[in-house]
């Protein structure tokens, strides 16, 4: 297992590497020179030669990579060229939100796709399971905004439930009725990815539950729950695992468009609004710590593997 | 050429189009034999018929301004009603299923033309399928939207090429996964060893022995390829980042329609369906493509 877990991290740091590469060699595609576009038309070319000089431009491109490299290992992602305050702080501020509707997704997600799942397993092509099909084939062909959209004219205009936009803290209110607001984002984003789950649950389940040791299961006089439950179940576990943690990605992806479609003050909309306003260091910052997020949820993905299937840490 | 060797070809180049002839004899098969695929393919001819002709039969101009009648619920005139300036939905959707169409073939080609010989390579060549596949999988490891919005940042100028790109380069990767452990499988197949006993040089084994036999995941791939870009290109219309706001696209539509989504909700509803009839579409045919072609494929894209 410590081999395992060793031959992993080494992955983990390389693939981290790659991703600062990625985003080191894509914010040199952009037009133009940093400088001047952080000074505005208005500055002297002596000017935007003093910032080159600080920044590091007028160095060999292997030196600002090295430099780059420094810079983001200790945490330096730069300034914002809107807000003109450190980028990592931005990142932080809209954290809270994000985290609480991907934790609020996630939910949905496990707890809507998993039962659809093995419930539509139990009985193959009986009513449940092609519902449940019908559900999942929609899930995946609808537009997470478009359901939002659908969802919020509904519950916040028609039936006037739920709020329609808008987040407050609850780390700082300290209210939870805050929670309230990210209901309908949350079932927005989470049902698409749901359907995948219960997707892949079903399939994995019907494929476990052909298995002999079912049979013998049963042929023990099992409580058929208990069969499905303690011997199928968990045997199916692993495609699941791994569909739920695709979902993580696609939830991250998923999260910038719900974002902006109830007006959450998260990062999801926070990439957008720098987007438009071409503010490369925090996008740039944005990337990195999403896909490093991606890298280490897929690091500890491989090692639940090796918990759920001991025979996996000897490939 | 000594002349055993061309009737040894000749009988195995039979073999290669065989999978070609297999699925053009199959495609009316195909088509008609689940109920579910046959009705996803009436949608997408449905479909290409609004995108060439749909400018023409429109009641009117997609960019026509009537502040008068504007946010009218659907009624006689304006049969799926209208928006904030008075435009009609009906008109606007019809128009946005060219511009949708259109960019999803030119993404999905795009795709296409950087994955498969990519993916080829790294397949053939283990050296170099090292390096690509990590790389492949760094870039997989941004989620798609927000490697599009940071490459349409990086691009510049929102606009129809720079969102073929921002969109193609995201999924390019992902063909070139496929291709990779497709090349991969067929390498060691017994018709790649018999044609490099026969002293097939490397460039013709890739163009005559592997490339053909990747059709079919190469087909279904790009179906998908094809749902999921012009879901994505809606979402960056959506967030008003993708092709310029004037040009009517069902994302843009649905970005402007958003404000007004509790007075006048069919603003998005319609350009919505389009949308999700279209990746439903696609979506189902994809998953018919890939039994019918390949059942070993399942679980690979």
């Known amino acids: 297992m410590l081999t395992f877990v060793a031959r992993r991290a080494v992955g983990l740091v390389v693939s981290t590497l790659l991703v600062i590469t990625i985003t080191f060699l894509l914010m040199q595609m952009i037009p133009g020179d940093p400088a001047s576009v952080m000074l505005g038309s208005n500055a002297t070319s002596e000017q935007i030669e003093r910032l080159r000089d600080t920044w590091g431009l007028n160095e060999p491109i292997y030196v600002q990579f090295v430099q780059y490299l420094v810079n983001f290992l200790q945490g330096n992602f730069g300034e914002s060229l809107f807000h003109r305050r450190p980028v990592l702080g931005i990142i932080g501020q809209r954290a809270e939100t994000s985290l609480w509707l991907g934790l609020a997704a996630l939910i949905i997600v496990v707890g809507l796709g998993i039962p659809a799942g093995v419930l539509a397993s139990v009985r193959p092509n009986g009513f449940l399971d092609n519902t449940m099909l019908l559900l999942a084939l929609a899930g995946a062909s609808i537009p997470s905004f478009w359901l939002g959209l659908l969802l919020m004219t509904l519950f916040a205009g028609r039936l006037g439930w739920l709020p329609s936009s808008g987040f407050t803290s609850i780390l700082e209110t300290g209210n939870l009725a805050n929670l309230k607001s990210l209901i309908l984002p949350a079932f927005s984003l989470g049902f698409v990815n749901a359907a995948l789950v219960a997707r892949t649950a079903r399939s994995s389940m019907l494929d476990v539950l052909q298995a002999d040791y079912i049979t013998t299961a049963r042929a023990k006089g099992l409580r058929e729950w208990t069969t499905i439950m303690k011997h199928a179940f968990r045997n199916a576990s692993i495609p699941i695992a791994t569909v739920i943690s695709f979902t993580f990605a696609s939830l991250l992806s998923g999260a910038v468009v719900t974002e902006n479609v109830f007006a959450l003050p998260g990062v999801g909309s926070l990439i957008v609004q720098s987007v438009l306003k071409r503010d490369y260091p925090v996008i740039q910052g944005i990337m990195f710590v999403v896909a490093v997020l991606y890298v280490v949820v897929n690091f500890f993905t491989d090692l639940s593997y090796a918990m759920l299937d001991p025979r996996i840490r000897y490939r | ?301």
């Open chain 2, 1 to 301: 050429m000594s002349r055993h060797r061309r009737d040894d070809l000749s009988i195995e180049e039979r073999d290669h189009l065989q999978p070609i002839r297999r699925a053009a004899r199959g495609l009316w098969q195909f088509a008609t034999r689940r109920r579910t695929t046959a009705a996803a393919m009436c949608l997408l001819v449905c479909l290409l018929f609004l995108a060439a002709f749909g400018p023409y039969i429109a009641p009117f101009a997609a960019d026509e301004l009537r502040v008068t009648e504007r946010l009218q619920s659907p009624n006689r005139t304006h049969l799926l009603g209208t928006d904030h300036f008075g435009r009609d939905i009906l008109s606007r959707t019809m128009s946005g299923t060219r511009i949708t169409l259109l960019l999803g073939v030119a993404i999905s080609a795009f795709a296409l033309c950087v994955g498969l010989p990519i993916g080829m390579l790294a397949g053939f060549f283990d050296r170099f399928g090292l390096v690509v596949m990590r790389v492949v999988d760094a870039i997989m490891a941004f989620p798609a939207i927000i490697l599009a919005l940071a490459l349409m940042a990086i691009l510049g100028k929102p606009g129809l090429l720079n969102v073929v790109l921002a969109v193609g380069l995201v999924w390019a990767p992902r063909m070139v996964r496929v291709v990779y452990s497709a090349t991969l499988a067929l390498r060691e197949s017994v018709f790649v060893e018999a044609a490099r006993a026969l002293g097939a040089s490397t460039a013709r084994i890739l163009l005559r022995h592997i490339a053909i036999n990747l059709i079919s995941p190469v087909i279904v791939q790009t179906t998908f390829t094809f749902a999921f870009s012009i879901m994505e290109v809606a979402a960056l219309n959506f967030l008003g980042v993708g092709i310029p706001p004037y040009v009517a696209s069902w994302g843009g539509m649905m970005n402007e329609g958003k404000t007004y989504v509790i007075r006048a909700p069919w603003i998005i509803l319609f350009p919505g369906l389009f949308l999700a009839t279209a990746v439903l579409s696609f979506n189902l045919v994809g998953d018919a493509l890939r039994d019918r072609l390949d059942p070993k494929l399942r679980g690979v894209t």
